[in-house]
């Protein structure tokens, strides 16, 4: 899955969403003019690409293997990424299915998505959406030379959070509506990243499939680094120890 893209289009669309008009039905909010002109903002500017780096796929690190080579395998070390603001987004390479990962007491609020193809590795990613909101998505990715590219369809779930630390001032909703709207778009934007080592983390570069940056996605400063298995819900809102 498209993680940082999918993070990053979350901040900035329920950053903007609270025009929105408030409704119990997310497919009638999803077709609102103005939620899609926020949505259409968002990829813009996220997906603006820079020039195109001929070495785009060349040195990177397959930390995919690096997790399912450690101590316990993939499922006994997630992948956390940080932006530089320090907001979070969790990864559980290879991962068919968030069931088995959801914390206690989240609650499924809504499902969206075609479905993941198959034939490929698929992962599992966890993040925020809003105070009250978490998704988990799945998507398959290939490997492209040393980098990864997202390839097909995806199944995403909104989760909530019965006992959030403050709640949602969002319109009732809107982040499921959003949150719908963001997958299908995803499901048609191949998008491209490649692990490089930088100290104790990697750093996440990000391309489309011609080689073109994304210096959006890049000024967000993502970086990932292996962490020991734990709640999903610990591991978005503290520090975990570095390995």
Not at 46 to 51: A, D, Q
Not at 131 to 154: E, I, L, N
């Amino acid at each position: 899955m498209s993680r940082a893209l999918l993070f990053s289009i979350s901040i900035l669309l329920l950053g903007g969403s609270a025009t929105a008009t408030p409704t119990d039905n997310p497919l009638a909010l999803s077709q609102d003019h103005a939620a899609q002109a926020i949505l259409d903002t968002a990829m813009a500017q996220l997906m603006r690409p820079g020039p195109k780096r001929v070495d785009w796929n060349q040195g990177g690190v397959d930390l995919h293997s690096v997790a399912e080579a450690a101590p316990g395998g993939a499922v006994r070390n997630f992948l956390l990424s940080t932006d530089k603001d320090g907001d979070r987004t969790l990864m559980i390479s290879g991962a068919t299915d968030a069931t088995g990962f959801v914390p206690a007491g989240w609650e499924p609020v809504y499902r969206t998505g075609s479905g993941v193809s198959s034939g490929e590795p698929t992962d599992v990613t966890f993040g925020r959406l809003d105070d009250r909101s978490y998704f988990a998505g799945v998507q398959a990715r290939k490997r492209v030379g040393d980098a990864y590219c997202s390839t097909g369809g995806m199944v995403g779930v909104v989760y909530r959070n019965p006992k959030p630390a403050k709640e949602s001032q969002l319109p009732k909703g809107s982040v499921e509506a959003l949150f719908a709207m963001m997958v299908k778009r995803l499901e048609k934007q191949t998008m491209c990243w490649r692990y490089d080592r930088d100290g104790e983390s990697y750093r996440v570069s990000h391309f489309l499939d011609d080689g073109r940056t994304l210096p959006a996605l890049d000024e967000a400063g993502y970086r990932v680094r292996l962490v020991a298995a734990a709640p999903v819900d610990q591991l978005l809102t503290q520090v975990a120890e570095r390995k």
